[in-house]
């Protein structure tokens, strides 16, 4: 989701929508103790300058207040964006006490004290990553920070235990925070042992508040964390789970693979595929991670893999890149979950499903944090559920409640209802505003306003209240399950019996049976989802169960209320799964369409999910909004900088949103800097960084040089060759030649041709990689005398020409991949020329070097002395794609060159050619208009060969 290309006025009223929702979902559940303690003039001015906020945002308040004024425990479930971490970074800063706080990974709190340092507020860590251990301690005690974060083994270690009972009675702790607490219970789905014994903290400070906050708890979870941590009369707040800024999504995998499912968050840059924004890709196991991760480093995308059989020098290195924006994706297992503090994430991907509801909305909680518009999307396919049966079998902890939570998640990817709906109502959250599908909330959502016909006007089968009558079918297949009365088969076995199969897997006794192909008029697909359905409902039971190699796989087997069915005459009429819509037939005359109507690839617009207000049409003209975003990007490049400079995370500095105001606003000085009381940019950072920002938009900036040339490729990128196209598969070559490899490694690595890579090397060429003439075997001798060559035909500029002719002239060793090769170069400097815009040549030489004749500013010509010189006529003249089509065999034509032209290009050469005399071709005179005129002979060869 590409941020750049929404209007400010839709951002604007987006927020404002965010903060009402907030606000409005907000549900605290006070006890008699209730805060009702405004905050003042003192509390604001911390806020200020410490944290950039001119108020505090719902709930906030509440909990401070209950901490600094009444000593009180707070247990806070908090959705990602309501600010928690303020919760427990406020109370120490504002009281010069120290506050304690315990999270779950090192590489969050390293990202959490350095983006307080920044502000100017001290923090440091304690634990196995800090090397300085023994000279922060001392710095501790000398109450030089405000927090001190701690690792749970560094708590309930002996050393740690020794010192926390020395701060409990030497410094002024006013407060101890447990981040992600949910990782305490083991209904939690982070659960961490060194977490349940957290306890122990209550006892060395008794007096001290504790409070633990959490993005995701159910009430069980919630109960169990006020328990194991012994709150006192805690304060409960629970501001709701709802992310209003999150569109949610749910594909089945598509058999075009993986780049074919992620191609619509991703768009064509530059010659280069870019995601919108920085995106996290979720996978189930380390293998795909590491295999999804080369395909689209493959396809020239900046991305990492992260997973748990990494090295820690590499993971943190990975973390480091990407929170800095110096990596663009990070493919990851669950163990980059909760390790992630950034703010600007724009898609979070599962390629696969989460092992459960809270663990899939804890992953996608790194999504727009900043409160900007993330879109998160499920692609998963059956094998996916199978895989995590197969992990859960081998882990710790219930079998049973993971198999109750993954058919949660089952049932969440199968629902026909808002997906949010879905979620909130898991959480046990409120609804009632979620009542009518909007198009900024999910797929499903979506589907219902791109058409608003009912289930009843598309497919046959289903009746006026949505319902489909599944009796039959759902009576055939349990009595197949009857019919092997067992509770060890899987669901294979009885889709082969009702289908009447032929299988080795089924015993004769079987075949014989008079349901034997008694479910042969229907799919494989169709009997899987019916017993999809058939779980749901309770008719059947599920199991996991172990074979005697150690794989597992899932039985199945009547329970009561299924054996019930089969013997009575009850109905089984209800709605159809998503799943099995699917697998309907349509109405062959269907009533017309609600007129709303969305392209499939068309993400879903950028206005708000809740605003009551109508959004103000944009007064800018296409030329200020084109200014506003080159401004930004220059922001962003300087952000970038600093962020370099400060070894610190670009957001650290400042937020997307801060520069997109001052974009919009441009302030000249300090003063009018300030008065925009942008959130998040401190005064502290106003100080460190605003004269910087200033100059950039002053267009005072030394580091943002308007005189800096352009690469090819970039010129290209904007500026493309006509009817040139390049496939993936040509990009994979090109990229790979790019990381050092030559062309007979590609070839081999590829499995393919020299000849087709060469191909997809020259369309590279033509899109501005950084491909030199040499790597492709052209030496300058045979570049040399191909360009003149060329020249006979075409005295300037660049148009096609068949290339027979043009062999027929050169030497024999000169191949048509030479030609062809230095035909490209000569096509791209042409191109470049009359775009008249200065680019940095990657090669060894400037084109004016090689071709004086077809520069267009040239001081010198040639006259031509050569007899008979054969010249293409325009009528004979092909296209580039039907010329390379006709004289040699592409394996893939139409990666190559895509789509011929619909006409053959003309032959445009210029009107003062030469015409060819009658003498013999010994030699060219070369004519400098402003030197004295000099000879140049050509090649042995030439001299001899007549025409």
């Known amino acids: ?83 928690k971490s303020l919760c427990f970074q406020f109370p120490s800063t504002f009281l010069s006490g120290i506050t304690l706080v315990i999270s779950p990974l090192i590489a969050l709190m390293e990202d959490q004290v350095l983006s307080l340092e920044v502000s100017n507020i001290p923090a440091c860590l304690l634990g196995t990553a800090q090397k300085k251990q023994k000279a922060v301690v001392e710095d501790i005690f000398k109450n030089k920070y405000s927090l001190v974060y701690l690792t749970p083994e560094f708590c309930t270690g002996d050393y740690g235990a020794d010192l926390l009972k ?9 407060l101890i925070a447990i981040d992600e607490a949910h990782c305490i219970s083991s209904w939690g789905h982070d659960f961490r042992h060194q977490y349940r014994q957290l306890g122990t903290l209550r006892t060395i400070f008794a007096e001290v508040p504790i409070i633990a906050v959490t993005a995701t708890a159910t009430s069980r979870v919630r109960q169990d964390i006020i328990t194991n941590l012994k709150l006192r009369n805690p304060l409960h707040i629970c501001t709701g789970f709802d992310r209003p800024n999150i569109y949610f999504e749910v594909n089945m995998k598509s058999s075009g693979g993986v780049f074919k499912d992620l191609n619509k968050f991703m768009s064509y840059e530059g010659a280069t595929w870019k995601f919108s924004g920085s995106t996290i890709i979720y996978c189930i196991t380390r293998k795909e991670t590491e295999e999804l991760a080369t395909i689209l480093k493959g396809s020239g995308i900046k991305c990492l893999p992260y997973h748990a059989g990494l090295s820690i020098d590499t993971r943190e290195e990975t973390h480091r890149l990407f929170v800095k924006d110096k990596v663009d994706v990070i493919v990851a297992t669950i163990a980059f979950g909760m390790g992630i503090d950034k703010p600007d994430i724009r898609n979070v991907i599962h390629y696969g499903c989460s092992k459960s509801i809270e663990s899939y909305y804890q992953e996608v909680g790194r999504a727009g944090r900043d409160g900007l518009p993330a879109h998160c999307a499920t692609f998963y396919a059956n094998g996916d559920f199978r895989i995590l049966r197969c992990l859960n079998s081998t882990s710790s902890g219930s079998l049973e409640q993971k198999e109750a939570s993954l058919k949660k998640i089952e049932e969440y990817f199968m629902t026909r209802k808002c997906r949010r709906r879905f979620i909130l109502e898991h959480f046990e959250d409120k609804v009632d505003h979620l009542d009518k599908p909007r198009k900024t909330c999910c797929d499903i959502c979506t589907k219902i306003l791109c058409d608003a016909r009912t289930d009843c006007e598309k497919y046959e089968g289903i009746d006026e209240n949505g319902c489909y009558d599944f009796t039959k079918d759902a009576k055939t297949f349990l009595k197949a399950v009857s019919v092997f009365n067992s509770a060890k088969f899987g669901l294979g076995i009885y889709i082969l019996f009702l289908r ?55 039985a199945i087997s009547l329970s009561d209320k299924g054996r019930g069915m089969i013997s009575s005459d009850e109905k089984l009429v209800i709605p159809p799964t998503s799943t099995i819509v699917k697998l309907l037939k349509p109405k062959s005359n269907p009533q017309k369409t609600s007129s709303v109507w969305i392209s499939s690839t068309q993400k879903p617009t950028i206005a708000p999910s809740t605003s009551k207000k109508p959004v103000p049409e944009t007064t800018e003209t296409q030329a200020e909004i084109d200014k506003r975003m080159a401004l930004y990007r220059k922001l962003l490049e300087q952000r970038g900088e600093i962020a370099s400079q400060l070894d610190c995370m670009p957001y650290m500095v400042a937020s997307n949103a801060a520069l997109m105001t001052m974009s919009k606003l441009r302030p000249a000085t300090l003063p009018e800097l300030r008065s925009l009381n942008l959130d998040g940019f401190t005064e502290a950072k106003i100080n460190k960084f605003g004269d910087i920002f200033l100059e950039v938009i002053t267009g005072t900036s030394r580091q943002v040089s308007s005189g800096r040339k352009l690469s090819i490729k970039e010129i290209l990128g904007r500026n493309p060759l006509p009817e040139v196209s390049m496939g993936l598969t040509a990009q994979v070559s ?19 041709t020299k000849g087709t890579i060469v191909s997809h090397l020259l369309l590279g060429i033509k899109f501005g990689y950084p491909i030199k003439m040499a790597e492709l075997g052209v030496t300058e001798e045979n570049r040399d005398v191909i360009v003149k060559v060329y020249r006979k035909f075409c005295m300037t500029g660049f148009t096609p020409v068949k290339l027979t002719p043009l062999k027929e002239q050169c030497p024999p060793e000169i191949t048509f991949d030479d030609i062809r090769t230095v035909l490209a170069y000569l096509q791209v400097r042409c191109h470049l020329e009359k775009l008249n815009i200065p680019y940095q040549e990657f090669e060894d030489f400037q084109y004016n070097e090689v071709d004086s004749e077809g520069c267009s500013d040239k001081d010198w010509v040639v006259k031509s002395e050569i007899k008979d010189f054969p010249q293409t006529q325009p009528e004979v003249t092909e296209s580039p794609a039907k010329k390379i089509k006709t004289e040699f065999d592409v394996s893939d034509y139409d990666d190559i060159l895509g789509s011929p032209p619909k006409s053959p290009a003309p032959n445009k050469c210029d009107e ?26 050509l090649p042995p060869w030439f001299t001899i060969r007549k025409h």
């Open 1 to 83: 989701m590409d941020l750049s290309d929404i209007d400010d006025d839709i951002l604007d009223q987006f927020m404002d929508s965010f903060t009402e929702e907030c606000q409005k979902e907000v549900k605290p559940e006070l006890s008699k103790l209730e805060i009702k303690k405004d905050p003042g003039p003192e509390h604001i001015q911390v806020l200020l300058n410490y944290f950039g906020h001119q108020n505090f945002r719902p709930m906030q308040w509440e909990i401070i207040s209950a901490i600094i004024y009444n000593r009180r425990d707070v247990c806070a479930v908090m959705s990602t964006g309501y600010g």
């Open 734 to 752: 090109c990229t790979m030649i790019e990381s050092g490899l030559t062309v007979g490694e590609i070839a081999e690595k590829r499995s393919v």
């Open 166 to 174: 020395k701060m409990s009675t030497e410094l002024s702790v006013v």
């Open 912 to 937: 003062g050619n030469t015409k060819p005399t009658s003498e013999e071709p010994t030699q060219t005179t070369i004519v400098n208009r402003n030197v004295k005129s000099k000879k140049k002979v």
């Open 500 to 554: 009447g199969s032929n299988s080795s897997k089924l015993h004769e006794r079987e075949r014989k049976h008079e349901f034997f192909g008694s479910g042969k008029n229907r799919s494989e697909a169709w009997w899987q989802a019916i017993a999809k359905l058939l779980v749901q409902e309770k008719y059947l039971l599920e199991k996991t169960e172990k074979t005697s190699m150690g794989f597992t796989y899932v």
